[in-house]
C-alpha cells in the first residue's frame, strides 16, 4: 500500500522558517517527480513547488520563489520543502504528491499519489 506521510508543519512567527518532510513507503518513486501543494481555508488547492526524479530541475510557483527550496533524498524516498522568509499568506495545509512523470509540473491532476496534508500556520 502506497502512502505519503507529511511531517513538520507547526505554528512560526512571520520571518521564520520551517522545513516540511515527507516520506513514502509501499514503493520507490526514484523514477518521478514529487511536488508540493498547499490549501488555505476558503481557497483552492496550489501548486508550490515540485522536482524531478533526478532531482536535477525544480520548479516553483512565483509566490514562493527565492524563499522556498524543494529538495530530495531518493535514498530515503523523501521529499523536503524548506521554507525561509514566511508570511502570513503562506499559511495553509501543505500536501506532498507524487507526479506520474520525471518531470516537474504544477498541475494538480498530473499527481496521482497524495499525502494527507500537515498544517503550517505563519502568525503575523
Known amino acids: 500500500q502506497v502512502q505519503l506521510v507529511e511531517s513538520g508543519g507547526g505554528l512560526v512567527q512571520a520571518g521564520g522558517s520551517l522545513r516540511l518532510s515527507c516520506t513514502a513507503s509501499?514503493?520507490?518513486?526514484?523514477?518521478?517527480?514529487m511536488g508540493w501543494f498547499r490549501q488555505a481555508p476558503g481557497k483552492e488547492r496550489e501548486f508550490v513547488a515540485a522536482?524531478?526524479?533526478?532531482?536535477?530541475?525544480?520548479f516553483y510557483a512565483d509566490s514562493v520563489k527565492g524563499r522556498f527550496t524543494i529538495f530530495r533524498d531518493i535514498t530515503k524516498n523523501t521529499v523536503y520543502l524548506q521554507m525561509s522568509s514566511l508570511k502570513a499568506e503562506d499559511t495553509a495545509v501543505y500536501y506532498c504528491?507524487?507526479?506520474?512523470?520525471?518531470?516537474?509540473?504544477?498541475?494538480?491532476?498530473?499527481?496521482?499519489?497524495w499525502g494527507r496534508g500537515t498544517q503550517v500556520t505563519v502568525s503575523s
Open positions: 504528491a507524487v507526479d506520474q512523470s520525471p518531470y516537474p509540473r504544477s498541475g494538480p491532476e498530473s499527481y496521482n499519489y
Open positions: 522536482i524531478s526524479a533526478s532531482g536535477g530541475i525544480e
Open positions: 509501499g514503493r520507490t518513486f526514484s523514477r518521478y517527480a
